[in-house]
């Protein structure tokens, strides 16, 4: 599960933050797409995909921690030491929000220093932070995007300061489109979000190492946001939901009234009656409207998050 805590940095203004409207500069928590108003909201979601675990990520004031900590420990009361938890941070914090994050439960902190530090990070609290995170027992990391290779990274590797480094691919979104373009940054041809160079040089110079692991763009859209839509779907379709390859759900929705679909003798569990439309197994319908039974309706595929985001609608007359 990702649960973004906060969206106020007030040390940083990354050019390439990729946070869109919903994200940037609000107090909202978000458990994956679903508000959170409550406590429970952070549970509920989990559940409903199975989560092993939670990466959390948001901005920085004081206000962010403390919501972290709460829920770190939410989590861990509900799902055991077994529920694996990892925080995304721009800033060091020092060594007392090392230790509340461990007694908490955190298991993993994964830094993203200045981009306009790197290859100067020695010797400073960047440094520091690392050997004052294992101290408090929690597993310390680097995490980047794939700007460009530095050997600083590495070095920090070899030397035992920090335990992996994730490099993420380089990418252009909604949220930091124009700020790109700007810094003299294109998309790759024929790709959606992917930076047009970066990949190139994190492969050839960084991804040999043992503790370096490269996340591309096209890997984080079709392995792990699938895996999590379907662990999703799995969870919360109903008897006559399909759920696709792609983790999305299927069904058929019409707007006949209820009472044609109990004259026909149609089994319950083939359909759900809402309060201006039947939602019915996609199948059901379309052998339906081929029959003369019902004039029309559509099939519609649809994300099962929270928002439930449809992804296409095929009509059906």
């Not at 609290?125 to 294992?134: D, G, K, P, Q, V």
């Not at 999305?248 to 439309?277: I, Q």
Request: glycine fraction near 8%.
């Amino acid at each position: 599960m990702v649960l973004f805590v906060y969206g106020y940095c007030d040390q940083r203004d990354c050019f390439y933050c990729p946070l869109g409207e919903n994200r940037k500069n609000v107090t909202q928590v978000y458990a994956n797409e679903r508000p959170v108003e409550d406590d429970a909201d952070v549970i509920t979601e989990a559940k409903k995909m199975d989560a092993l675990g939670t990466s959390i990520t948001g901005g920085e004031p004081q206000e962010a921690l403390e919501r972290t900590c709460r829920y770190l420990r939410l989590l861990k009361e509900e799902f055991g030491e077994d529920h694996h938890t990892h925080l995304y941070t721009g800033i060091t914090g020092g060594r007392e929000n090392m230790r509340r994050l461990s007694e908490a439960g955190l298991d993993e902190i994964r830094f993203h220093p200045p981009y306009e530090q790197w290859g100067d990070l020695h010797g400073t609290e960047w440094e520091e932070i690392l050997y004052t995170a294992r101290e408090e027992e929690l597993t310390p990391a680097f995490e980047i995007p794939g700007i460009r290779a530095e050997q600083e990274f590495l070095d920090f590797l070899d030397e035992g300061a920090a335990d992996f480094c994730n490099v993420n691919e380089f990418e252009m979104s909604d949220g930091n489109y124009e700020r790109m373009q700007e810094a003299g940054y294109e998309l790759q041809d024929g790709h959606m979000s992917a930076v047009e160079g970066s990949k190139d040089a994190i492969l050839e110079e960084m991804a040999s190492h043992e503790k370096v692991y490269f996340c591309t763009s096209v890997f984080k859209d079709a392995a792990q946001h699938r895996s999590r839509l379907k662990r999703m779907a799995e969870n919360v379709q109903r008897d006559f939901d399909e759920v696709t390859d792609d983790g999305t759900l299927v069904y058929g929705k019409t707007y006949t009234p209820a009472e044609r679909f109990t004259d026909l003798g149609v089994p319950e569990e083939f359909y759900t009656a809402k309060s201006e439309h039947i939602e019915v197994a996609w199948w059901l319908l379309e052998e339906m409207i081929e029959d003369g039974d019902v004039e029309e309706g559509e099939i519609v595929e649809q994300y099962p998050t929270y928002d439930g985001q449809v992804v296409e609608r095929t009509p059906l007359a």
